[in-house]
């Protein structure tokens, strides 16, 4: 088997992945953490699914992706196999979505069926194909700590010699099987013996026959009495219908007596209701006459001539013609008393209607007179006031006659006036100044005079010559107050002058407002006038118009009585119709009364009919049953004759004694002799049964002894066979512990040859021993880490190269997986592993697969393959270096 192509998608840390293998010696190298391992444990994944696993399938699936695809393509003997797995994570569970083998036989599907299917092509389960072909990274000590009895296991299982010890471990179950169930049988057989031999003893056949001459005698006893008892019940039988005869006829003779006693006493009931009969007819009769009276009396009332239907019946039509008319004619004079009636009220109402109109319209004409009076006397008072207002106006014009100005000129005159006053008294005032001003030069010229100085210059003077001075003063003083008096005197005049220009505008003013008010109480005049002319044609219009309103109603009063009257003349026909209905109702009953007393005279004649008739019914079915009765006795006298009573009694004798009999034998004798013989019956199928039972013991027995026989002889073959397997597997073994032994030393001489160890020695039980030089022996655990390694890589391609030539050409070999073998190495070492590779492919081993970072081994590979981690996407990639460069290689470690 090898390896021929390897794709990955999100397995680990791959992302796209793919990678062709060869043939020979392939190293796979890279730095730590790149992936390297993951892609060996991606083709042993392929191949066994989950089992190939130390964790879970989750971890196979890159971190953070959803799902992750793995494809594995490989030859094995002779055909091309190719497996495709799809693991799916949801949530944190991861399943297997996708799994196919495709082989040259066909297609398998679903991981467990794959699993199985490359067990048993590669004729390892992943267990072996780790024990065998896959040495995981740090596993160096697996088989080396392993018990001698865990690697006998593995190597047996490896060789397929577990097969072995499983075959005879099946055939000792099969003998303690066997044993068990011989055990169980040969019991059964002793105890069916015992019975055998304790029914022997009982002598069944002898008991048989002594019951069987019993049996015969009791049912001798049992016919005889049958056939006795046969005979009384038939004897029983005929006494019996002899006395069911008698009791027949006595019977018919009952019967006939009782018919006859029946038809007597309906043949008198029958008489004595005709006698009621004939009385109720003569009642009836009586009845007749009165109703004849009644009639005749009922009739006399009425107006009919006879009392017939037919009568009865024209006299109602009448009668019903009649009413209608008078109907008719009282619902005219009804309604037409209704309309007279309304009419009246309504003419009553337009009566008072029309007076209190009238009475309206006077009223208003009142009203209208007294306004027109109130007019007049306002208008008296008007004229009085506008004559008093004139008088005043010829006053005022009057005063005006002596006055300087026109009525209308006062108001320029007063104007004028003040002004002559104004400059009038502008002057006096100027001249009071001047004469004050005069008066104090006077008394300053006097004073400076009075002391000695000039009046006009003040120098001192004596006797002045200036003197004169004060003359001319004094003069100038009287001259001023001359002609402020004159002044003071024409301001007085203009005062008075003033104060009469003023009364005179004033009375101006007055006349003024006086021609306005005259105006004014002439529009009022005017006014007043046309209201009393108008007011007085109005109320006597209004006056007229109510007289014109009262004789309207008084003629509408008039109307409503007429209105009235006849009402009441109509109402009166009404009340005589009524009354002429009442009549005629009376008249109907009476018809009434004659129509129901011939009803029941026609009744009563009815009822008498029948009764008649019913008489006569009664007497013919009496005639009938006289007839009968005669029959009857005649019958009754022949049955009479007919019964014989001593007959009778020597048949009840007869039937008494065969009942005795019967009685005695069927209840006492016959059932005793039947439980006699039910009870020797079962007796006899007791011992029957038990011989029956005695025949099949035999038989079964018979049976067992010869089972019993061949599981002895099966016995003796499962023994054997057990310890044929045992023994082939120890023989076996021992040829392969031999074998293995041998190629473990040959591969241990190649990869440490020193010397120090002579060889190893692999006991029967597969225990290890390695042994010094000088010949002293040593556990291989007590090997230095590197020796272990060096062992464990030995022990390992010599258990591989036993398999390989054991049972290669059956099922080819997978390839040789070696995950960083040379961890625990020194130099030396590694260059007599590139050995131990070297001697495997010379010894046919086809593929190599190593992970390795050591030069040596990637100087040795055939085919080197490169694995890389993007450190900034942390993915993985393969990749083929197809000419190892060992220089660049090692610049890159
Ligand atoms: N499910 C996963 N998703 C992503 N990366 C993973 C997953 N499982 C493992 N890895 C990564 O893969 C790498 C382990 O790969 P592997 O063991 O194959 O490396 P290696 O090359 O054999 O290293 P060494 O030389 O140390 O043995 C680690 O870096 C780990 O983080
Ligand atoms: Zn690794």
Not at 218 to 247: C, F, G, I, M
Not at 349 to 358: G, K, V
């Amino acid at each position: 088997m090898r390896f021929t192509h390897v794709a990955l998608r999100n397995f680990k840390p791959y992302d796209d992945a793919e990678l062709d293998v060869r043939d020979g010696v392939t190293v796979i190298h890279g730095v730590n953490g790149s992936g390297k391992s993951s892609l060996l444990e991606a083709c042993f994944f392929a191949l066994y699914g989950s089992k190939a696993l130390s964790g879970t399938l989750e971890d196979v699936v890159t971190t953070g992706e959803d799902d992750a695809e793995i494809e594995l393509e490989f030859v094995h003997d002779g055909g091309t196999y190719r497996i495709e797995r799809r693991i799916r994570v949801s949530g944190d569970r991861a399943t297997t979505a996708k799994c196919v083998l495709e082989g040259p036989d066909g297609t398998v599907e679903g991981a467990r069926d794959v699993r199985r299917h490359v067990a048993s092509l590669l004729r390892m389960d992943a267990e072996a194909f780790v024990n065998c072909a896959y040495v995981q990274q740090g596993e160096v000590n697996k088989l080396i700590n392993a018990s001698p009895s865990q690697r006998q296991d593995m190597i047996d299982d490896l060789l397929q010699l577990g097969k072995l010890e499983e075959y005879r471990e099946r055939a000792g179950n099969a003998r303690l099987g066997v044993e068990d169930v011989l055990t169980s049988k040969r019991s059964v057989l002793d105890d069916i013996e015992s019975q055998i031999a304790a029914k022997e003893d009982e002598d069944l056949h002898a008991r048989l026959n002594a019951l069987e001459s019993d049996l015969a005698e009791v049912d001798e006893k049992v016919s005889n009495y049958e056939a006795q008892r046969d005979k009384a019940k038939s004897t029983l039988d005929a006494a019996q219908s002899t006395l069911d005869e008698h009791a027949e006829k006595r019977e018919r003779l009952s019967e006939v007596e009782s018919a006859i006693e029946e038809l007597q006493s309906k043949v008198s009931e029958d008489e004595a209701e005709r006698d009621t009969l004939t009385d109720r007819i003569r009642e009836l009769d009586a009845k007749l006459d009165e109703l004849d009276d009644d009639i005749e009396s009922a009739v006399a009332e009425t107006d009919l001539d006879e009392a017939s239907d037919d009568a009865i019946d024209a006299r109602r039509d009448t009668l019903a013609e009649r009413e209608s008319e008078i109907r008719e004619e009282l619902s005219e004079s009804r309604q037409r008393a209704q309309a007279l009636r309304t009419q009246a009220e309504r003419l009553e109402e337009r009566a008072t209607d029309l007076e209190s109109r009238a009475e309206e319209k006077r009223e208003a004409a009142d009203a209208d007179e007294s306004t027109a009076d109130e007019a007049a006397t306002e208008l008296e008072s008007f004229r009085e006031k506008r004559a008093d207002i004139e008088s005043s106006i010829a006053d005022i014009d009057e005063q005006f006659a002596d006055a300087p100005v026109e009525r209308g000129s006062a108001a320029a005159l007063l104007d004028e006036r003040r002004t002559e006053r104004s400059e009038a008294r502008e002057s006096l005032a100027e001249t009071e100044t001047e004469l004050k001003n005069a008066r104090e030069r006077l008394t300053e010229a006097e004073e400076l005079r009075d002391a000695g100085k000039c009046p006009e210059c003040g120098q001192p003077v004596d006797g002045s010559p200036h003197v004169d001075a004060i003359d001319d003063r004094e003069a100038d003083v009287e001259s001023l107050e001359a002609e402020r008096d004159e002044l003071e005197s024409t301001v007085e005049s203009l005062d008075a002058a003033v104060e009469a220009a003023e009364r005179l505008v004033e009375l101006e003013t007055r006349a003024d407002s006086l021609t306005d008010s005259l105006s004014h109480l002439d529009d009022r005049i005017e006014d007043r006038e046309k209201t009393l002319e108008s007011r007085r044609e109005a109320a006597t219009e209004k006056r007229e118009t109510a007289d014109e309103l009262d004789a309207e109603a008084s003629e509408k009063r008039e109307a409503a009585t007429t209105q009235a009257e006849r009402a009441d003349t109509v109402e009166a026909t009404v009340e005589d119709l009524e009354a002429d209905l009442d009549a005629l109702e009376t008249r109907r009953e009476r018809l009434d009364r004659v129509e129901s007393l011939v009803e029941t005279r026609a009744d009563t004649v009815d009822t008498q009919e029948r009764l008649r008739e019913r008489r006569e019914t009664l007497a013919e079915v009496n005639d009938e049953r006289r007839e009968h009765l005669t029959e009857r006795r005649n019958r009754r006298a022949e049955l009479r004759e007919a019964v014989d009573e001593a007959a009778v009694e020597s048949a009840k004798k007869r039937k008494q004694n065969a009942e005795a009999y019967l009685e005695k034998v069927e209840t006492e004798v016959l059932p005793k002799l039947r439980d006699q013989r039910d009870d020797l019956q079962s007796r006899i199928g007791g011992v029957q049964s038990d011989l029956e039972r005695l025949d099949e013991l035999r038989e079964r027995r018979d049976a067992l002894a010869e089972r019993v026989g061949a599981l002895e002889s099966l016995h003796d073959e499962v023994s054997t066979l057990e310890s044929t397997y045992g023994d082939l597997r120890a023989d076996l073994r021992q040829r392969n512990v031999e074998v293995l032994e041998r190629m473990l030393n040959e591969t241990f001489d190649l990869v440490y040859a020193n010397d120090a160890y002579s060889r190893i020695r692999l006991d029967g039980e597969y225990g290890l021993t390695v042994f010094q030089k000088d010949g002293t022996a040593l556990d291989p655990e007590q090997l230095s880490g590197g020796e272990r390694a060096l062992f464990n890589l030995s022990l390992r391609c010599a258990i591989y190269r036993l398999l390989a030539e054991g049972i290669d050409g059956a099922a080819p070999l997978p390839p040789l997986i070696l995950d960083e073998p040379t961890v625990f190495l020194d130099t030396g070492h590694v260059s007599r592993l590139v050995d131990l590779v070297e001697d495997m492919q010379s010894r046919g081993v086809k593929q190599i697969l190593i992970v390795s970072h050591d030069d040596e081994l990637v100087g040795a590979a055939d085919d080197l393959v490169r694995v890389e981690k993007n450190p900034t996407t942390n993915r993985s990639t393969v990749e083929r270096t197809d000419a190892p460069d060992i220089a660049s290689v090692l610049a890159d470690d």
